[in-house]
């Protein structure tokens, strides 16, 4: 997701404008944002027994001053796709990344989250790591690496 909102500056204030599909956009006039890169989330693991969570997405922020006359290329990154239990067990899947580019600003880029895991032992006894945060680039303001999905220690119960 990329989110904008006004940054002040004695330019236009744009109050608060979210994408949530990829595209491309040039602003009505020239204005100082805060821009929000966050990649998507990876899904968890699907079993029988237990399995962790996926990573959260990686978060870019940065202030910059945007131009009307340039279009800015926006890309978000899917969430990781839903997996289904299974009596042997699945992985989940990564998020995708997501970026705002143009001319006159760094790329910001928020990774996608990491996908979760499940008990590979197939008896509910084991240990795994959630899937790991999304990483971040280009922010001035701040590079924020997305959160981890629980841990598993397997108690051999059925869910």
């Not at 204005?31 to 962790?52: C, F, P, R």
């Not at 990686?58 to 926006?74: E, F, H, N, P, Q």
């Not at 590979?120 to 303001?141: C, M």
Request: aromatic share 6%; hydrophobic share 30%; with cysteine.
């Amino acid at each position: 997701m990329a989110v904008l909102g006004a940054a002040g500056g004695g330019k236009s204030v744009l109050q608060t404008l979210s994408f949530i599909n990829s595209t491309t956009w040039s602003p009505a006039q020239d204005m100082n944002a805060k821009i929000y890169v966050i990649g998507g989330g990876g899904s968890g693991g699907g079993s029988v027994y237990v399995a962790t969570g996926g990573g959260a997405g990686g978060c870019a922020v940065t202030i910059a001053d945007l131009d009307a006359s340039t279009t800015y290329t926006i890309t978000i990154g899917a969430p990781g796709a839903c997996v289904e239990q299974t009596s042997t067990g699945v992985n989940g899947n990564a998020g995708g990344d997501s970026s705002f580019s143009g001319s006159g600003i760094t790329t910001l880029t928020g990774s996608g989250g990491s996908a979760g895991k499940y008990d590979t032992t197939g008896n509910g006894t084991g240990t795994q790591t959630g899937g790991a945060g999304g990483a971040a680039s280009g922010g001035t303001y701040g590079n924020f690496t997305g959160g981890a999905g629980g841990n598993i220690t397997g108690s051999g119960g059925y869910y």
